[in-house]
């Protein structure tokens, strides 16, 4: 059984970084042929947002609407990717999930595992 586990601070001060993690356990992060996402949903119930992935092969995409302040990374070692977000401001207060799909398009699609997400807040 695939699960995904967010961790990460709750709370992050405005222009500075965000770093979230996700855990896997029940699958590699290096399978072929997956996508391992970060999607938030911003305050107020907003639409879920994509942020971007990490291939299987560790080829990475982000979405341009975040201005390129996001990067994703892995450590395969510990079967984990991780989310920075740097230079945040409130508007990147929301709900952040990491989610597992087959497909490489760089937008929302369809997931088949998703994390149980975490709450970030950003204020001062």
């Known amino acids: 059984q695939v699960q995904l586990h967010e961790s990460g601070p709750g709370l992050v001060k405005p222009s500075q970084t965000l770093s979230l993690s996700c855990t896997v356990s029940g699958d590699s992060i290096t399978t072929p042929y997956y996508y391992w996402t970060w999607i938030r949903q911003p305050l107020g119930g907003k639409d879920l947002e994509w942020i971007g992935?990490?291939?299987?092969?560790?080829?990475?995409s982000d979405s341009p609407s975040l201005t390129r302040r996001a990067s994703i990374s892995r450590d395969t070692s510990k079967n984990q990717f991780t989310l920075q977000l740097s230079s945040v401001t409130p508007e990147d207060t929301g709900v952040y999930y990491c989610?597992?799909?087959?497909?490489?398009?760089?937008?929302?699609?369809?997931?088949?595992?998703w994390g149980r997400g975490t709450q970030v807040t950003v204020s001062s």
């Open positions: 989610a597992r799909t087959g497909s490489g398009f760089s937008g929302l699609g369809n997931y088949d595992h």
């Open positions: 992935y990490i291939s299987w092969s560790g080829s990475t």
